[in-house]
């Protein structure tokens, strides 16, 4: 009997796997990339932003979350999946305030790298302008509200490697919002702290350090000389 060989195609490339591995771990490892922004290598999968889908055997699917199985046909490069995540970004723009031209991120944030690279040109939808805080009372971190997005990111990490459970979710749908754990709310009540796998890990600039705000001059950052999908995937090659 001969064996199925451990291999899917993404829009023609024949990717190998290792059994367990999802479409998006397999893909980077293979040298292909596909957008993703609540993923992260040191994370199990979140399943939430949703710009990982991909299209499997003709039917949406999260390539963060589907596990790789043989002879799966999977899209990435479409049409109709950037718009899927050109759209996906788009509300992500208006709900909450993402200033990108006076923002400390400018260059090193994923949110709008990845906007770059699906060729988004517009917010398209009417901004919600929410009034959120900042909470500067940590004497080394800014936590910016309006700038998260609500991947989780620093919530898993604080909570799974750091041991502290600094952040946590709070509300449902449009009133879902992170909040601090401590009884003031506020960040400089807590143990925070700089080397917390929590304070390396957000996307955009919503958990920012005092003190080295351009220390990377705009021009010189992370990706202003190459696109997300070629600076990420080169980071998350294993
Ligand atoms: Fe897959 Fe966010 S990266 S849902």
């Known amino acids: 009997m001969s064996e199925i060989a451990n291999v899917f195609t993404l829009d023609g490339q024949r990717i190998a796997f290792e059994p367990g591995q999802s479409i998006l771990t397999a893909a980077l490892a293979a040298g ?15 399943g939430s932003c949703k710009l990982c889908t991909v ?15 043989p002879g799966q046909d999977v899209r990435s490069k479409t049409p109709e999946l ?39 040109l517009s917010p398209h939808f009417v901004q919600f302008f929410p009034h959120r805080e900042v909470d500067a009372s940590h004497p080394d971190f800014f936590l910016d509200f309006n700038r998260c997005i609500m991947c989780e990111l620093c919530v898993r990490a604080s909570r799974d490697m750091d041991g502290k459970n600094v952040f946590a979710l709070a509300g449902r749908g449009r009133g879902s919002h992170i909040v601090v754990n401590s009884p003031s709310g506020k960040l400089g ?3 925070f702290a700089v080397t917390d796998k929590a304070a390396q890990v957000c996307p955009v600039g919503a958990i920012l350090r005092k003190e080295i705000g351009f220390v990377t001059p705009i021009g010189a950052r992370l990706y202003d000389h190459a696109p997300i999908s070629q600076v990420d995937l080169a980071a998350e090659e294993k």
């Not at 292909?32 to 979140?46: E, N």
């Not at 788009?90 to 790298?113: D, I, T």
Request: charge should be negative; aromatic fraction near 6%.
């Open 189 to 191: 009540d807590t143990d």
């Open 32 to 46: 292909a990339y596909i957008p993703h922004l609540c993923a992260h290598p040191d994370f199990p999968p979140h």
């Open 82 to 120: 950037n718009e899927i995540r050109r759209v996906l970004l788009q509300m992500l723009f208006v709900e909450g305030n993402h200033f990108c031209p006076g923002c400390e991120k400018s260059g090193q944030c994923k949110l709008q790298a990845l906007a770059y690279d699906v060729a988004m």
């Open 55 to 69: 299209a499997v055997n003709g039917r949406n699917g999260s390539a963060c979350t589907v596990t790789a199985a």
